[in-house]
T-cell receptor, first 109, second 114 residues
Framework: GQNIDQPTEMTATEGAIVQINCTYQ??????LFWYQQHAGEAPTFLSY????GLEEKGRFSSFLSRSKGYSYLLLKELQMKDSASYLC??????????FGGGTRVLVKP | DTEVTQTPKHLVMGMTNKKSLKCEQH?????MYWYKQKAKKPPELMFV???????INESVPSRFSPECPNSSLLNLHLHALQPEDSALYLC?????????????FGPGTRLTVL
């Protein structure tokens, strides 16, 4: 089975940096996804990591350590529009995606 | 183009009604998915279609009936639903090649069962 943990909620100030951690236990590993979801909207794809290390995409970066079963999403230069839920997810057999509970990020002015 | 469309955006139905949710994608994806999402919870997988064949049914009650008429379309037929079925229903699509292809989500249908 799959078990994925991430914090429920984080608060940060506009312009700051926030790191959202995700730990996972899976039978087999096919990579890890991060999605962003604004309230009432669809999840949108942010990143996919399958190899160890840091992948940077503009203000967002994602890190993976397969040996530790650990990933994080780093949001830099926070903007008000970054207030959203951030979901880590791992694919299983049949491309079934299992999501963590999601981390609600609140950006304050 | 990474667009998945869903209709309707909102649906209110009684417990005796029959309705359908529709999903469409034109990305050439051959895997399509239905998820159910309750407030402040992550999406939960309901069904997976791969090459127009049902490949995963996550023990969903029979009052939900999926259909994949062709590679671009996915329907979810609803009948005799319960108030607890009220949720956001999300459709997604991907290539089913490697088991880790990115899934792209539609905007969802907000369903209320009275």
């Amino acid at each position: 089975g799959q078990n994925i943990d991430q914090p429920t909620e984080m608060t940060a100030t506009e312009g700051a940096i926030v790191q959202i951690n995700c730990t996972y236990q899976t039978s087999g590993f096919n990579g890890l996804f991060w999605y962003q979801q604004h309230a009432g909207e669809a999840p949108t794809f942010l990143s996919y990591n399958v190899l160890d290390g840091l992948e940077e995409k503009g203000r967002f970066s994602s890190f993976l350590s397969r040996s530790k079963g650990y990933s994080y999403l780093l949001l830099k230069e926070l903007q008000m529009k970054d207030s959203a839920s951030y979901l880590c997810a791992v694919p299983g057999a049949g491309n079934k995606l299992t999501f963590g509970g999601g981390t609600r990020v609140l950006v304050k002015p | 183009d990474t667009e998945v469309t869903q209709t309707p955006k909102h649906l209110v139905m009684g417990m005796t009604n029959k309705k359908s949710l529709k999903c469409e994608q034109h990305m050439g994806h051959r895997a399509m998915y239905w998820y159910k999402q309750k407030a402040k919870k992550p999406p939960e997988l309901m069904f997976v279609y791969s090459y127009e064949k049902l490949s995963i049914n996550e023990s969903v009650p029979s009052r939900f009936s999926p259909e994949c008429p062709n590679s671009s379309l996915l329907n979810l037929h609803l009948h005799a639903l319960q108030p607890e079925d009220s949720a956001l229903y999300l459709c997604a699509s991907s290539q089913p090649r490697t088991g880790s292809d990115t899934q792209y989500f539609g905007p969802g249908t907000r369903l209320t069962v009275l």
